[in-house]
């Protein structure tokens, strides 16, 4: 770099302009030459000309991106084959489709006359592609079912649902293309908008599409009314009696425990049900875990109103004589 820079500072004026003369000569002969060169016919070259699929955008909906291109092998002169080339003021082929929900494709053969004639003087040759593939789907009006999100954590701690969660209306009516609605599985779910709550729900909550299908769906009802009542669960323990069974005379346990203590929730309105209840803890030898030699505690009665219930301890080793 340095030697051409210090070639072109020794250089005399007059030197200087013998290059410009040189330089203007050899591209005006470039110039001449492309020019010549695109006013002659029997160019050949591959071209991606554009296409715009039309169809009735009341009765279907495209689910995926329609092709907006065809690559096809055209010939004829320079000038017009440098335009299509770099798509100089050329308007989209249209290509319309009566039923698009019948099949997903159409076959080039089907639209060559029409674009050999678009492409008028310049000669359609081949087209490269088979086919032109597309999504398009009916759109149609479907009842569906609206159900409330409790995956997240929607209810206080020891908190329960004392009724079932009543919305509103209960079915909806929404519109979209067939293959979208499907991916609902006939459900729609309602974010309550709640957490850890501890008291009844009344509330009028809006519908939501999820976002990934918004575009695609619309919903006829814009609002459900949703109510549910809720209770507390209470804590509380007993100390159980044990109750040996199946206990042969030569087995004990290594270290009989001063108590065992359940723990458990409760609803209130269980309270009194409670009081009726004589539990004890149950060793049933038949039961052991014959690898280790020991035994899990079992609690009878077991009542289905009580919840969560654990024991303290909950496994004992077995001691042999």
């Known amino acids: 770099m340095a030697k ?28 001449f030459w492309v020019l ?6 029997n160019y050949t070259t591959v071209v991606d000309y554009p296409i715009k699929i039309t169809y009735d955008e009341n009765e279907f909906m495209a689910v995926d991106k329609l092709p907006n291109r065809l690559k096809i092998e055209i010939n004829g002169n320079g000038w017009d084959l440098l335009r299509k080339y770099f798509k100089f003021n050329e308007a989209p082929f249209p290509i319309e489709i009566n039923n698009p929900s ?19 003087p310049t000669i359609l040759v081949s087209m490269l592609n088979d086919t032109i593939k597309f999504s398009i789907d009916k759109v149609v009006t479907r009842k569906i079912k609206v159900q409330a999100d409790t995956t997240s954590n929607t209810l206080a701690k020891n908190y329960r649902y004392a009724s079932p969660i009543e919305i509103d209306p209960e079915v909806v009516n929404i519109k979209g293309p067939t293959s979208i609605l499907q991916k609902l ?58 109750k040996y069974q199946n206990f042969p005379d030569n087995v004990s346990l290594i270290q009989e425990p001063n108590s065992i203590i359940m723990t458990y929730l409760i609803s209130e309105k269980r309270l009194e049900d409670l009081k009726t209840l004589e539990f004890e803890a149950l060793l049933d030898y038949n039961s052991r875990n014959r690898q280790d030699s020991t035994i899990s505690v079992q609690v009878y009665p077991k009542p289905t109103f009580l919840e969560n219930i654990t024991i303290e301890p909950g496994i004992l080793k077995l001691k042999y004589d």
């Not at 820079?5 to 030197?15: A, G, V």
């Not at 519908?207 to 814009?222: G, V």
């Open 185 to 242: 599985d006939g459900v729609l779910k309602i974010d309550l908008q709640e957490e850890k709550s501890n008291t009844n729900f009344n509330k009028i909550l809006t519908l939501n599409i999820p976002d990934s299908l918004e575009e695609y769906l619309t919903l006829e009802e814009e609002s459900v009314h949703v109510r549910f009542d809720v209770l507390q669960m209470l804590e509380g323990n007993k100390r159980l009696k044990i």
């Open 102 to 120: 019948a099949k997903d494709y159409m076959l080039t053969s089907e639209i060559r006359r029409g674009l050999a004639e678009t492409l008028n």
């Open 4 to 31: 051409l820079k210090k070639f072109f500072t020794n250089l005399n004026p007059q030197k200087i302009s013998n290059f410009k003369v040189a330089a203007l000569c050899f591209l005006a002969a470039a110039t």
């Open 36 to 41: 010549n060169a695109l006013n002659k016919d």
